[in-house]
């Protein structure tokens, strides 16, 4: 089975040194041992360096002596990509249409080294992580079938499917073909495949991790899926569409603690009953979502490309989530939005970061909205930017109430310019917040990615000398604090 893998001279060369003349009074030996420090390292040393590599080059080792033999065997994660796998070279032709057609040659190759290496009986006793990425074609499921099964069969706990965009018939998983018992699969990530066979995953009763990309998903699948899934702790839907059908996360046994919901396209509702659920990350355009039973949801992330989102957080928010501590909210202002009164109270909010595209930064009052709605929070973070993209101005017109808050200590305002808009709402930040210990005044941009990541984008430039002095006095004129303000 190991003539699937590369030859011998694909060892990597950094495993190997050069050699080196042998000085008078050297016995072989001597120069030998000199000459391969690496293999006198102990297996679990050696085991590391080869955990750094591809498949490719860690089993190509086996053929570099005896010493390093079986030394491949000790490791747990394997990933197979169809092009780091093959390299450049993918084996020689073997038929008149593979050698009109390079493509073909490769993906033969890489099948043949994926199936010898799961068919290995003298391979890795266990396998604990395992990735196949590959554009799949119709005549290869009843394969794909074949590797899932051996890589549950060798104990796999994490598992990523990504089959290409171009395959014509849908990968059901799990496989139809699979025997029933209970397998330890811990962390499934499913990618181009199709979930009709929802009723298999009560095989996997140890899941807590599942990652759902660019898929078309029933009403019914995402039920017997998560009826099936009684561990399940983490769930992620990106790019998926759901033919404009409800979702509904909803089970009163439902251990779910993540949820992100990334760019799925024709979801007409989300109904949230998750008794257990903390954190929740949507991304996309504006979906109405039913709050029915969320108690603990502590951490809300919620991106909206559409001015529907808008709307929505600065008028209903507040009474969907009452009780959320932390909040990262980033949303577009190209149109006209009118807020005719001060919305519910945020009862519990204590972390608050805005981050909004929007065509001018002349009036940015509005978004004492928030904070006159958040009386307890702590820490406010806020990321401007403007874009040309929109001929017309749009406004959000308030005007802020003789408000004093009591609580907010610490201030960060990113992607800063100095316009008079920003100023204006620095000073309405420092005249009302009495407690506020330290403001940030920080040129660097901020940026959500799924999962909840923040990025953050370095500015070129640093504020000089003299600037932060017209600053500072435009800042603090007609004001008294004490709080700490700093230039970035």
């Known amino acids: 089975m190991m003539d699937s893998f590369p030859s011998r001279s694909l060892s990597p060369p950094s495993l190997l040194h050069r050699k080196r003349k042998r000085t008078s009074g050297e016995s072989g030996t001597e120069c030998q041992t000199e000459r391969d420090r ?76 994926v199936s010898g290496f799961l068919g290995l009986k003298d391979g890795p006793p266990t396998i604990r992580k395992l990735s196949l990425e590959f554009s799949a074609k119709k005549k290869d499921l009843a394969m794909v079938d074949g590797w899932i099964r051996s890589a549950l069969e060798k104990g796999v706990h994490e598992l990523k499917l990504k089959l290409g965009p171009n395959l014509t018939e849908e990968y059901i998983f799990p496989p139809l073909s699979l025997n029933g018992g209970e397998y330890s699969l811990t962390k499934l990530k499913l990618s181009g495949c199709s979930l009709h066979n929802h009723a298999g995953f009560s095989m996997f009763g140890s899941l807590s991790s599942l990652s759902l990309e660019d898929m078309d998903i029933s009403k019914d699948d995402m039920q017997g899926v998560l009826q099936n899934c009684r561990r399940l702790k983490s769930l992620c839907l990106a790019d998926c569409s759901f033919s404009g059908a409800d979702l509904s996360i909803a089970s009163p046994d439902l251990q779910l603690k993540e949820l992100a919901i990334v760019d799925c396209e024709q979801i007409r509702i989300i109904e949230l009953s998750a008794p257990r659920l903390e954190r929740l990350q949507y991304m996309g355009q504006y979906t109405p979502m039913l709050f029915t039973s969320v108690p603990h949801l502590d951490h809300v992330w919620l991106k909206y490309a559409n001015p529907a989102g808008t709307n929505y ?29 001060l919305p519910a109270c945020f009862g519990s909010l204590k972390n608050l970061t805005v981050n909004v595209d929007i065509n001018s930064k002349t009036d940015l009052l509005w978004m004492a909205i928030l904070l006159e709605a958040a009386p307890f929070l702590e820490t406010l973070q806020t990321s401007v930017k403007t874009s040309d993209s929109y001929c017309s101005r749009s406004t959000i017109p308030w005007k ?15 992607n800063f310019e100095g316009y008079c808009g920003e100023m204006a709402f620095a000073r309405l930040l420092l005249a009302k917040a009495v407690d506020l210990r330290s403001m940030t005044f920080n040129r660097d941009n901020l940026f959500a990615t799924p999962r909840w990541k923040m990025l953050y984008y370095k500015f070129s430039k640093q504020w000089t000398e003299q600037q932060t002095s017209v600053l500072l006095k435009q800042l603090t004129e007609g004001i008294s604090t004490s709080a700490s303000l700093v230039f970035r």
Not at 400 to 414: A, G, I, N, Q
Request: proline letters at 7%.
């Open 38 to 113: 690496i293999s006198k390292l102990p297996d679990h040393l050696l085991a590391c360096i080869l955990e750094r590599t591809d498949v490719r080059t860690a089993v190509a080792t086996s053929l570099l002596s005896r010493r390093w033999r079986c030394v491949w065997k000790s490791l747990v994660d394997f990933k197979f990509v169809k092009e780091p796998i093959l390299g450049r070279r993918a084996g020689p032709p073997s038929s008149a249409e593979s050698r009109r057609d390079p493509a073909i040659r490769r993906h033969r190759v890489f099948s043949k080294c």
């Open 313 to 341: 957080i600065l008028r209903k928010l507040s009474t969907d989530l009452p009780r959320s501590r932390n909040l990262n909210l980033f949303f577009q202002s190209y149109v006209d939005v009118k807020v005719p009164c």
């Open 400 to 414: 802020p109430s003789d408000f004093v808050h009591h609580h907010l200590v610490e201030v960060k305002m990113y």
